[in-house]
């Protein structure tokens, strides 16, 4: 018999906030966390804004010695991951360690180390390049070092599946309870990616925005006709999953269920998803399925709507070939609008927000929106947030490299 899964802590560090409230506070008023890039001067190229993290200090969280031997991902990743467990009120004296694991999400890792390294080492030679440069560059260290700060001895590793990453990672972990290989999971995704390397690389694949440098605020507008681009950003979405007795045996605040999830490749391109939207469609209909969900089920589709003229009138495409006509009595928004694209930390954080969403029965806005582009005929929630009952939501992920990932959460009932 499959086990239930629930979520009993979040923890966050983002574009529109530190913590949880801080998100919620900005995704229900409608704000945006998008601005020009400060981390160096990107007056050289074509897209000079981003979602950055601001007021970040980890030593709030970790000594000062601790937190220089790690990347921002890695800082990013332990500090939501602290502000999780402190939620769930998980202490070592309440749970097994050894029955507990860690998945998380990762798209580009250190990227900031090495790109400094690259400089040290073509100036100053090979024998000078920082000691610390490959542990702090590796995806995985973002898990180990979570688990380094929370004890945690099960299964620990890292997922790259690009801006899935924080999704299958919170799928997989979800499997890993129900199946009864964990009772408790620390999963989600984490990315600290914005530095020339980062965004140059980003701009030179054309893919990010570039109309609208001077107004950073209004540059992500997702299924809107003006869009051009996504906007590069950076953070951290941790999230607490244990199996449902776990939880209820140490009292735990629920705030939501884990009910299905679904992921699939399109084996398409490497950077273009599948014009028909297939291999989206196909990952929403498996979380469906393995949730024992019917469309008339969903009430709410936080999309991954990056703002892409490529990417928003395929996933319509394919929330309708999923969802069939109850695609038009639903409302569908994309928090990117707000965000911007944390990459492989996205899914994470929009599965947290989608948790939000539910426990306020608030339908979080697509900002920016003004004129429905193309293909894009379905209710984004355009511009400001609304009050109405959300008792289930698919929060879907689709990645460079085709890969696709949705979960399925529900409202926790007994």
């Known amino acids: 018999m499959r086990r239930r899964v629930v979520v009993t802590g979040m923890g966050t560090v983002n574009p529109l906030g530190n913590n949880v409230d801080e ?3 900005g995704i229900s008023q409608g704000k945006s966390g998008i601005g020009r890039i400060t981390r160096f001067d990107p007056s050289e190229l074509p897209s000079q804004i981003a979602g950055e993290v601001k007021n970040f200090d980890p030593t709030l969280f970790m000594d ?80 180990g070092n979570i688990a380094i700060h929370t004890g945690i001895t099960g299964s620990v590793f890292s997922i790259n599946t690009a801006c899935a990453s924080g999704t299958d990672a919170i799928g997989q972990a979800a499997n890993s309870i129900r199946y009864g ?4 999971m620390v999963a989600g995704g984490t990315e600290g990616g914005l530095n020339e390397m980062g965004v140059g690389g980003f701009c030179v694949l054309k893919a990010l925005s570039t109309s609208y440098n001077e107004t950073p605020e209004t540059a992500c507008r997702p299924f809107d006709a003006s869009r051009d681009g996504f906007i590069i950003a950076e953070g951290a979405g941790i999230l607490v999953l244990e199996e449902l007795k776990h939880a209820e045996k140490r009292g735990a605040n629920i705030l939501a269920e884990i009910v299905g999830y679904g992921s699939t490749a399109d ?55 999923a969802l069939g006509e109850h695609a038009y009595k639903i409302k569908v928004s994309s928090t990117k609008s707000m965000t911007g694209h944390l990459v492989g930390a996205a899914g ?41 009952e959300i008792k289930t939501v698919l929060s879907n992920s689709l990645g460079f490299g085709g890969h696709n990932a949705v979960v399925a959460l529900r409202e926790y009932v007994k």
């Open 64 to 143: 000062k010695k601790e937190s220089r031997k790690m990347a921002l991902f890695s800082q990013y990743a332990v500090v939501s991951a602290v502000q999780a467990m402190k939620m769930a009120g998980l202490t070592s004296d309440n749970f097994n360690t050894e029955k507990a694991g860690i998945i998380l999400g990762n798209g580009i890792g250190g990227f900031e180390i090495l790109q400094d390294a690259f400089k040290v080492m073509f100036d100053k030679g090979t024998g000078r390049i920082p000691p610390m440069t490959i542990p702090k560059i590796l995806s995985n260290e973002g898990a």
């Open 348 to 388: 994470a954080l929009e599965a947290i927000i989608s948790i939000l969403a539910i426990r306020n029965n608030f339908y979080p806005p697509t900002i920016n929106h003004h004129t429905p582009g193309d293909g894009c005929d379905l209710d984004y929630v355009p511009n400001k947030g609304i009050k109405g």
């Open 267 to 321: 084996a398409f391109h490497l950077t273009a998803p599948t014009p028909d939207g297939r291999g989206a469609a196909r990952a929403m209909m498996l979380a469906l399925e393995d949730g024992g969900l019917k469309p008339e089920d969903i009430d709410y589709v936080n999309a991954h709507g990056t703002s892409t003229p490529a990417n928003d009138p395929i996933e319509t495409k394919a929330i309708k070939a």
């Open 23 to 25: 998100l919620w506070d």
């Open 181 to 184: 290989l964990n009772d408790v």
